[in-house]
Structure formats: structure tokens, C-alpha cells
């Protein structure tokens, strides 16, 4: 019986990864990585091999040249960045999505694959109680999900300018003029020299001290004549964690015929919550949003979506169709309608996996846990004398300035000594970030298992270490 289902013999090294990847979870592991960067090149720079070698020895030879380069971003004390926690489950799903091979391009290269997206994304749509009709794309990250919002934005209001972008491209187009927060994440800057907008077709608009827009200042960039326009606002600010007013922007967005996008990498996941929807309220007016699954979702590396509520605006912008890509009537939709790529892993079973392991309740449990974990954290060190938090602690974000009174370069020497002292205990893992011109300790809580308990055990971490930093430094 076994032999009608593997007619060939399991290959020994997938065996071997399984089973070390089984246990790899078991215990803590270091934090920090424990080899330098010339002792982990010793290991991976070999000569290259001018024959093939045994998988065993590959796989072996991989564990030990990588593990001590690892970082311990599944660990509830890594709160450096904001990094989900690869959760079982969906690791568990990635594992098959490897193992099945599947390439999630056309609908006819992995009908699973597809309907699986189809599926995963009309959860997504009411998980963040975005419009029904909305189209989701599944793509690397958040970078290539505003690459894509923004794609579909291009195109559309050029369309309603007159001119056909899938036809005549970008020459002769009318100008675009983009608005963006001063402050806005870098990625998306990234994202529009991809889709070729420069700093001349880019107005910066001023930013509050949680680094949202100002909406007067936007409201008079606006006042100012453009032929077409893309409004793009933070669900979630990579500092702060706050949120733009989305109902304002809407309200200008749709007095001047602009495109709303919403850069929601992990700010979004607040739609999810019936008690933090207050935070994203009016979000739902925008026309598209990006998001990441690898971040609040837990979902493995890597996992975005691109949403986008005018679907053909969607599909427009990101066709590939070829005489060999075959599509018939009776096909489900075809994934590389919705992102850059043809060929790519079929990202949907990992997502269809997580949403079912949290549902819906627990998605709003876990977000919420972790921002009260990290109100927790602000509500105990907010009045330890020196140590001042920056920023309204309504998300998950912690922003953290020390002795601010004896100027920005102590401040900066203070939160690098901080930061270095907590990570020495083997039980954080936390950096510093540049902040408006200062020097902070940026933390953001969203591993899977951080919660209360250990951001007071923090809270009174970071007490000590300050107050032992301070009496050094006197
Ligand atoms: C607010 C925000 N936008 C965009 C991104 C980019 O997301 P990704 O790294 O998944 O491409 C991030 C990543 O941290 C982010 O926090």
C-alpha cells in the first residue's frame, strides 16, 4: 500500500530537515547571533563544488554554517522590529507548499494553489472589514503590495486623465502629483521610483510629533491645481504606531478626485479588533491598502497582500497574458493577475492556514494582547525619572528617549548603552532607531508570545539598566 503512494524512497535529507526543524522551536535559543560575519563567510564560502554532493551532507553542513547566524526573531523578547513569529501552523503549511512544488503563476499550473488565495483573500477582506469586492494580491511583503496599490492607482487616474498607460506608458502622461507624509515609510518611496515617480512629482506634507499627516497642510497641497493625484496615508507608523485621519483624507481625496492608498504593513491589523477599530476608523474609504501576513498574521516569511477595490483598476495594472499562459472559461483566477511575478510560491496556503489557526477571535485577542502589553510597558516606565516616552502608546509601538535634558548626543550614548546592556542579559533583543533627529530605543511587541507579563519584567529591566547606566556616566 505504502509503495502506491511513494513509489520512491523519501529522500533521507528531507527527513533529516523535518526532524531538526521539528525540534528547533524546543527551548530557547540564543537571541543574538554567536558568529562573527569572517567566522559565518568561512563556513559558506567554499570552493564550488564541480560535482554534485550528497543531500545529507549539504543539509548537515547547512544547519551548522547557518545556526549560529540566526536571529531569534520567533522569541518573545525579540522586539527590535516589527517581525511576526512564524507561527507552527503556517510554518507547517510552508513546509508542504515547499514540499508540493507548487507554482502559484496560472490557475492551470496549481488549481489548489489558486483557489486557495481565492479563498485566504475573502477572509483577509473580512477579517479587516475592507469592501467585499475588493481583489487581493499575494505578494513578497508590504513593499511590493504598495508597489502594486500604487501600480493599480497609476494607471486608473491616468485613465480618468485621458490617457491609456497600458497603451501609451509613461510618455507623454499627464503629471501624476503624489502626496506622502513627511514621514512615511521608506518603502513606499521605494515603491514609487519603481513605478517612476521621482522627488519632483512627490509633495512631502508635514507630519504631527506621532508622525501623521497634518491634515491643513494637506488640505492646502491640495487646494493647489494637479491634473491627477494619489493620496498615500500609514495605517500604523513604523515609530509610533499611529494612524493617519482617515476619514479627513478621504473626505479631500474625494473632493479632488484622488486615489487613497493606505500603507497598513501592520497597522491594518487593527480593523481586526473590535476594540482598536477606532484607531483605523474611515480606513475602509480608501481605494487600496498593502499589508503583511508575515508580520500580525504570523504567517512564515515572506507573505503581503495587495488590495485593491476597483479589481479590473487591479488586474489592469499587473496583466500577463501569453499564448501559452492558458486560461479557459471554466479556470479560477489566475494568482500572477493580482501580483509582479509569474513563477512564484503559492503564498496562500500559508495564509488560508493562519487565518483558520487564529480565526477571527483570536486574531482580535492577539493584537489587542499585544498592544496592552506594550501600554503595559509604557504605564510602568513613563514616570521613572529620565526615561521619557515619546510617543501615544495606542498601538503596539514603544518609543523610548533617556536623560533628554542633558542634550540629543547623551540621549543618543544613553539609549545605545541601554539598548546594549538589556541585550547582554541573553533575554532581549533590542536596537535603537534615529527618530526625528534623536536617538531612541524603539520597541514593537508583536512575537506571539510577548505579552504582559514579560513587558512589566521589561519595564522594570529597563529600570534598572538606566539607573545603572546613569550612575556610570555621574
Ligand atoms: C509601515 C510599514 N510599511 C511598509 C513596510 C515594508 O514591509 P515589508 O518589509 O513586508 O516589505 C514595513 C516593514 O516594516 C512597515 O512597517
Known amino acids: 500500500m505504502k509503495q502506491e503512494f511513494f513509489p520512491r524512497l523519501t529522500p533521507p535529507e528531507l527527513l533529516y530537515a523535518a526532524r531538526y526543524a521539528a525540534s528547533f522551536r524546543e527551548g530557547r535559543r540564543p537571541l543574538d547571533p554567536t558568529a562573527s560575519l569572517d ?26 554554517a547557518a545556526e549560529p547566524g540566526l536571529v531569534g ?18 510554518v507547517a503549511a510552508d513546509w508542504l507548499t515547499s514540499i508540493w512544488g507548487q507554482n502559484a503563476a496560472i490557475y492551470q499550473c496549481s488549481p489548489a494553489a489558486a483557489v ?9 477582506l473580512d477579517l479587516l472589514g475592507l469592501p467585499e469586492e475588493s481583489s487581493v494580491g499575494f505578494t513578497t511583503g508590504a513593499t511590493m503590495a504598495g508597489f502594486v496599490g500604487l501600480a493599480a492607482a497609476r494607471g486608473e487616474v491616468l ?50 510629533d506621532q508622525g501623521v499627516m497634518d491634515t491643513d497642510t494637506l488640505a492646502e497641497a491640495m487646494a493647489e491645481p494637479a491634473t491627477a493625484r494619489i493620496v498615500i496615508c500609514q495605517a500604523g507608523h513604523i515609530n509610533s504606531g499611529a494612524f493617519d485621519d482617515f476619514n479627513r483624507i478621504a473626505d479631500l481625496c ?21 476594540r482598536l477599530r477606532h484607531l483605523s476608523c474611515g480606513v475602509s474609504r480608501a481605494q487600496s491598502w498593502s499589508v503583511d501576513g508575515h508580520k500580525w498574521l504570523q504567517v512564515p516569511y515572506d507573505s503581503g497582500f495587495a488590495i485593491v477595490r476597483d479589481a479590473d483598476a487591479h488586474r489592469r495594472a499587473m496583466d500577463v497574458t501569453a499564448g501559452y499562459l492558458n486560461h ?61 516616552v515619546r510617543n501615544r502608546v495606542d498601538l503596539n509601538q514603544v518609543v523610548l528617549s533617556f536623560g533628554m535634558e542633558e542634550g540629543v548626543e547623551a540621549a543618543a550614548a544613553y539609549a545605545q548603552a541601554v539598548a546594549k546592556r538589556l541585550n547582554a542579559t541573553g533575554r532581549y533583543f533590542l536596537r535603537t532607531a534615529v527618530w526625528r ?12 508570545g510577548t505579552n504582559r507579563l514579560f513587558t512589566e519584567k521589561l519595564a522594570a529591566d529597563i529600570t534598572e539598566h538606566w539607573n545603572a547606566v546613569r550612575r556610570t556616566a555621574r
Open 159 to 208: 485613465r480618468r486623465a485621458g490617457h491609456d498607460i497600458e497603451k501609451s506608458g509613461l510618455a507623454g502622461a499627464p503629471p501624476i502629483t503624489v502626496y506622502i507624509g513627511a514621514d512615511a515609510h521608506v518603502t513606499n518611496h521605494s515603491a514609487l521610483r519603481y513605478l517612476g515617480f521621482g522627488n519632483d512629482q512627490i509633495r512631502r506634507i508635514a507630519v504631527t
Open 73 to 90: 526573531n520567533t522569541d518573545p523578547g525579540f522586539l527590535a522590529w516589527v517581525m511576526g513569529g512564524s507561527h507552527p501552523t503556517g
Open 328 to 388: 479557459s472559461p471554466e479556470d479560477g483566477r489566475n494568482p500572477t493577475e493580482y501580483n509582479p511575478e509569474l513563477s512564484r510560491r503559492a503564498r496562500g496556503f500559508a495564509a488560508w492556514s493562519m487565518i483558520q489557526a487564529l480565526g477571527r477571535r483570536g486574531v482580535a485577542r492577539m493584537v489587542e494582547g499585544h498592544c496592552a502589553a506594550a501600554r503595559a510597558l509604557a504605564e510602568a516606565i513613563r514616570d521613572v525619572p529620565g526615561v521619557t
Open 39 to 64: 567566522e559565518l563567510r568561512r563556513k559558506f564560502n567554499r570552493p564550488l563544488p564541480v560535482e554534485g554532493r550528497d543531500g545529507m551532507d549539504i543539509i548537515r553542513d547547512l544547519i551548522e
Open 437 to 448: 533627529g534623536e536617538t531612541v530605543l524603539r520597541i514593537s511587541v508583536i512575537e506571539d
Open 254 to 274: 474625494e473632493a479632488h478626485g484622488a486615489w487613497m492608498h493606505v500603507d497598513g504593513a501592520f497597522g491594518l491589523w487593527a480593523q481586526a479588533s473590535p
Open 116 to 124: 486557495a488565495e481565492e479563498a485566504a483573500g475573502a477572509w483577509l
